[in-house]
């Protein structure tokens, strides 16, 4: 363990700025939060990208929102084999031990696993297709959308689609898994889909009714 | 798809309420980050925990941290088998393709998942043993941290000493993949290793030369 | 109870326009707390005024926080006499059984009930200091407050200075209750003291530091 | 005063949003009622819980409703007695001052303040009998519900029911205020009963002619 050294100083910094001020300002609330335990409304599943700030963007305060962020924002199917699924692994302690309301898929544009997965699918990054590359096979998990966007010619407008396909494969992967079937019948959890434009701010959410995205 | 609802209009409020206050002052620098990319400087792993507000402890803006979340920030072993390791994709993008300098693990107290990890070995939560648990299984990383932790008879102390052995495992497994002990040989990457009390606001470090975690 | 009549027709209109929108949007979150429990970090005590929309200015939404309204958001002094202290009640559920991490006393201006607290001290109103004056019995509890700003002259001036001692005097009363001195002696509850300007929307806050109430 | 404490900053965030687009949208309006005075419709009496979000359900906008909120919605008897009744105060002030045209009385399920006078009455919370007990004594104003409820075996069932009676015995208890019969007699005022089901959304009120309550 030689090769791990101690916090870097500009983060010492920035922290010890959090508890001079907003941890002053909530240490009640977040001893209550120690010793109560977390009841979060919402699980939100996003990208790791670093120029999405979920917290912000929904103006998250601690104990809010249960988050999972991974490639892409991918939620493979249901798959109960014994093996390590991280991703399930999150989904199915928000949904039954936490019973959190609602879970969102939030994707975005610029999205590099996006189109690292475009590139696969269209022959032009091999590297990708290697069995000992993580990221292409986590990104397999986005092939059933590929196969709906791959006629558009223009790259550009197919990777945007793909972004959005990025939410809907994974919407159609979580009702796969029984508990959040089960938790959504009996009005206990809604799904909800959003694409979110890094440049531009805006914030689509997918309406069943009007058959894709629409801006918020 | 007619399970999806909109965004609830409570998030629809903060949203807007973000859209005209901090996306205004930022908009140029959100708009370069959409164009240029994103150039993260570190990657932290932490837990989905609502209680864990990285991004408010190191007062982190867009661009800054590439973030994966996941149930107890865990880290799998190397293990390039063609199965989906969402994880390990992470960190292979975050290393391999954004280059960031720090690969940070960061833990948490009063962590459920590393407490039922304690139960299932212990022999508390046989629920968590079978095949069909993505808790139980994505906790089986952790196993070789309640090894050396199991002789401890009180139960808090134990599950206390286990959430920072989740912090060591993860680093210790990250090392197992080549493209991180190359970056680390070549000085391009260093590893940290971060446990945080929800209640206190405290962040300890691990300090290999301290032989253990030292308060910041 | 032939006296009592059906819920009038302009509410049950805007009853199902709720249920229609804002209902259907968070049934989840609803069904949550109902069986869940509640979990509020904050206790409000504000006026019944109809103009201080506390809710509003706060963004509340269902179950964040523990609302006590009562004339003139005044809180009386521990007396535990086995009479009947509905205000004290509240306080005590908020602080043991909820263990909220923030109680807020928010006045207000233009405050009816402290301007006939005002007018009863100077003796400008004798019919509420009739024993039969509930009002005038309740605006008791700021006599206290009376005696520190009678030497203002100016009436509106003195009603002003009067407003924002019903928040320090509601202040000061509620660390005579045993369980809220513990619990901020403990560092799990802080106290806040608010007045709100409602035609100029703006808040003031107390802060001790600064000896006074200062713009938010 | 040094244990008070500004205003916390994710308060401040949400006021501030409020300011710069409700208070911006309806500043004409706001400085109207701060200078002419508030003329609410209604007087509403709900419970402090944070999950019966009243100005929700009926699109409460300032100026509309007088909120008096304590401890399960109760109005104890007319007790002139000269000591405080903040309840009584409040009642006096919106039929004698502000002559509102309704007195509401919400009641709500899920009440933790029922249940625990239910606990108290059964002898199952003996802590709550204690004359130090601010719940325990409030909830003596319930005691006449209880009785006539305490047939019923299951607990659920008859907790239930007592919900109810915590509305029926605070209208029986309104209408024992000489000025809130003589508003009746006269034909300026209506009372009014309603109970709500937080998780289901609904709203039942009482309607005398088929004696007992109703879906709306």
């Known amino acids: ?10 983060l010492v910094q920035r922290y010890k700025g959090w508890k001079a001020t907003k941890y002053q300002d909530n240490q009640a609330w977040y001893r209550h939060l120690a010793q109560e ?5 919402a699980m ?8 999405v700030h979920v917290t912000a963007i929904f103006g998250a305060d601690q104990g809010e929102f249960f988050l999972h962020r991974n490639i ?16 399930s692994a999150a989904v199915e302690y928000a949904v039954t031990a936490l ?15 996006v189109r690292g997965c475009d590139a ?6 091999p590297e990708l297709n290697d069995k000992t590359s993580f990221v292409g096979r986590w990104m397999d998990i986005l092939r059933p959308g590929y196969e709906r966007v791959k006629k558009i010619k223009d790259t550009e407008e197919r990777v945007a689609a793909l972004e959005k396909q990025a939410v809907l494969v994974s919407l159609e992967n979580l ?4 508990f959040v079937a089960e938790a959504i019948e009996s009005g206990h959890l809604t799904l909800h889909g959003l694409w979110h434009d890094i440049g ?6 997918y309406v069943p009714e009007e058959g894709g995205f629409v801006t918020v």
């Open 1 to 10: 363990m030689k090769r791990v050294r101690p916090l870097p100083s500009y």
């Open 37 to 41: 335990g977390q009841h979060p409304r």
């Open 44 to 51: 939100i599943i996003c990208c790791c990208d670093s120029r």
């Open 72 to 87: 892409a924002n991918l939620v493979p199917p249901f798959t109960p084999d014994g093996q390590q699924h991280g991703t």
């Open 99 to 113: 019973k959190v309301a609602h879970v969102i898929v939030l994707g975005h544009s610029n999205c590099g696993g």
């Open 120 to 125: 696969m699918c269209s022959g032009d990054a």
């Open 175 to 178: 009702v796969t898994f029984p």
């Open 200 to 205: 531009e701010g805006e914030i689509e959410h």
